[in-house]
């Protein structure tokens, strides 16, 4: 992608952020699609040995000892509820290709399917880019009807089907109206405080009008949400955590993820993140530098979908300016993410800002001891328990409030926990601190953060919002 274009795609989607429904659909049309650049590599060859192929396909979870709540939502019957008829559910979504909320929407749809809904997906984006994705062609396969239809088709599709409640989860809102119009309900998730980030309280207001309720996935993004939109109804703002999924915390050959990868004794950082400046992977890679020279064996790997072009191609050249080329390991995002978390020594995050972040739940499902930066369900998944990891200090301070423009500030700056950060990183690769051991750590994890219990609370009040 030349400079140009990037910049192009760069600018017009941050303007995109600030701007109404009806033109950040305009925005994604004109913004050229993210691609792939020269220093982001993809999976075909070891961390280590440059012309070493892997085939991270080769890796499969082990068939002794998986998790038994993994066995009991993946195969278990469930008894269908008892009521007049089952809930009709559609769940929409941005795009099903990967990443968090990407993540979640199949994991939602299978689990009401098995509590006895009948649930269906539509994948809102007209961009002819996205298509059904990945994910969108594994829910087909799963017998789950997955559609991709403009604001036209869709509307139609919804009218003729005619859901009891509509459960959106990204940017585009337009099915909401549609089902204001059939008498259907209405609940949007906010995945984090970027759902709401750039707009006025007016502009808020105005986005609720079809909304019934919201349901925030950590404590953090509903205080910030109520901070923004204090009209809204308090009552009607549900938490339900994002939780630990056995089927992405299924049990891996350690010692044969390590090989697969080409390390020895290695420790290695691995963040999932995709390449954006939310992620903020710029300063995770520069406060690694101080690192890497207090601690020779470690090593980052930084793992994700190139969402912002520009911003990637920073990342490479302060790799390179570092002289970490054979320390920091710049990939695309791939499907055999958990191999990665049972390969790695520890998970780092220092993100501007999540809801309730899926990669270190997926981690502390593996047992992976975390890092994180304060951000929203950073201190649900580290406070009580097992000792299971670290919190920093957000790059902003306080992360409550945060603006895009605050964010593209500070983005290439010396942070304010850059002192905090690294001296994280540096304890936990030398050993001066220790966590509990994996299986203690993955066992909490599991109870405290339950798959079962977070699909029982949204098909409660899905149910109560239909009746």
Known sequence: MSTLTSKLSMTLRRIGARMPEWAKRLVRRLAPAPTSIEGIEGWDLTLLGDDVPLDLNLLRPLTAGTDAEAQSLLKAPIPVMHTTRPLRCLLVA?????GGVDEFVPFLARGLRRRGAHVEVLVANPSPDVGIGRLGRELRADGIETRHLDEDEGGRWIREWQPDVV?????????LAVARGIGARTAVTLHGVHNVMGLSA????VRSHDVDAYITVSALVREDYLARNAQFPPERIHVIANPVDPARALPYDRRACREALGLKDEFLFLSLARHSLQKNSYALVDAFGDVAKEVPGA????CGRVDDPSYAQQIVALRDRLGLRDRVHLRDGT???????????????DSFFEGWSLASSEALGTGLPVILSDVGGAREQLDGGPSRGLLVSNPLGDPRGITWSEIAQARFRKQINRTELVEAMRSVASGDVVF???PEIATYAHEQFSAAACIDEYIALLTELRE
Do not use: K
Request: net charge negative; charged share 20%; glycine share 2%.
């Open 167 to 175: 459960s959106c989860h990204g940017a585009f809102l337009w099915p």
């Open 436 to 438: 509990a051991d994996r």
């Open 299 to 302: 090593h980052l790997l930084v």
């Open 94 to 98: 941005d795009s099903l290709d990967q």
């Open 335 to 349: 499907p055999h993410s958990t191999a990665l978390l049972w390969a790695a020594d520890a998970l780092v995050l």
């Open 202 to 205: 007016d502009e808020l207001l």
